[in-house]
């Protein structure tokens, strides 16, 4: 099983992270903020992700370093659990659309952090969750996973719609890239020989 556990603690947060690649997409969510939650809800649950975060952080100031350092624990853990890579897909994608909202996203397991982030949320907050968080997410994210990875909403009127088209096709992509390939045998997919 490709599982990984990592704790991460910092004067602003401390964060638990414990996942498997391989699970059924079962989650225990509990970051004190409800929709960071449903959002790792959306990875799990699409991704068959088994996925437990738990964080204590100072949301006292606002939700900046838990969204953040979240991205950069799950980042570690997702690295972690994924070992070599020989023998996966590497390369994953997904569209998914929330009735109007439509969402792609492209993820190599390249070994190189580069985020390519284009979303125009139709408007700044989501009860009282600022989308601008999403952005560092994703951003600690690819920089400890060492990913490359695209998102793009292609469109959307309700701000909800489009983050979770996102959240649910970035599970997606995560699947089909850590995938066995069941041709590649156990041989890393890279003519460099390295990941």
Same mark, same amino acid.
């Given at each position: 099983?490709?599982?990984?556990?990592? *704790?991460?603690?910092?004067? #602003?947060?401390?964060?638990?992270?414990?996942?498997?690649?391989?699970?059924?997409?079962?989650?225990? !969510?509990? *970051? &004190?903020?409800?929709?960071?939650? %449903?959002?790792?809800?959306?990875?799990? /649950?699409?991704?068959?992700?088994?996925?437990?975060?738990?964080? #204590?952080? $100072?949301?006292? =100031?606002?939700?900046? %370093?838990?969204?953040?350092? *979240?991205?950069? *624990?799950?980042?570690?853990? +997702?690295?972690?659990? !994924?070992?070599?890579?020989? @023998? =996966? /897909? /590497?390369?994953? %994608?997904?569209?998914?659309?929330? $009735?109007?909202?439509?969402?792609?996203?492209?993820? $190599?397991?390249?070994?190189?952090? &580069? !985020?390519?982030?284009?979303?125009?949320?139709?408007?700044?907050?989501? @009860?009282?969750?600022?989308?601008?968080?999403?952005?560092?997410? +994703?951003?600690?994210?690819?920089?400890?996973?060492?990913?490359?990875?695209?998102?793009?909403?292609?469109?959307?009127?309700?701000?909800? %719609?489009?983050? #979770?088209?996102?959240?649910?096709?970035?599970?997606?992509?995560?699947?089909?890239?850590?995938?066995?390939?069941?041709?590649?045998?156990?041989?890393?997919?890279?003519?460099?020989?390295?990941?």
């Amino acid at each position: 099983m490709r599982t990984a556990k990592v *704790t991460r603690n910092t004067l #602003e947060t401390r964060i638990s992270v414990s996942l498997n690649l391989d699970g059924t997409g079962v989650s225990t !969510l509990a *970051t &004190g903020v409800p929709f960071l939650d %449903h959002m790792l809800d959306q990875i799990a /649950r699409h991704g068959l992700i088994d996925l437990d975060v738990q964080c #204590e952080g $100072d949301l006292h =100031i606002d939700a900046h %370093h838990t969204v953040e350092d *979240t991205g950069i *624990t799950l980042g570690q853990a +997702f690295a972690q659990a !994924l070992g070599d890579k020989k @023998g =996966i /897909r /590497r390369y994953g %994608h997904a569209y998914v659309p929330l $009735d109007e909202a439509l969402s792609r996203v492209v993820i $190599d397991l390249s070994g190189r952090p &580069g !985020l390519e982030y284009h979303v125009d949320y139709t408007r700044a907050r989501i @009860g009282d969750f600022d989308v601008d968080l999403f952005l560092e997410f +994703f951003r600690g994210f690819i920089n400890h996973a060492a990913v490359t990875l695209h998102i793009d909403n292609l469109r959307g009127m309700n701000a909800h %719609h489009q983050a #979770e088209t996102i959240f649910k096709a970035f599970g997606r992509a995560l699947r089909m890239a850590v995938e066995a390939d069941l041709r590649m045998g156990d041989a890393l997919p890279s003519t460099k020989g390295s990941l």
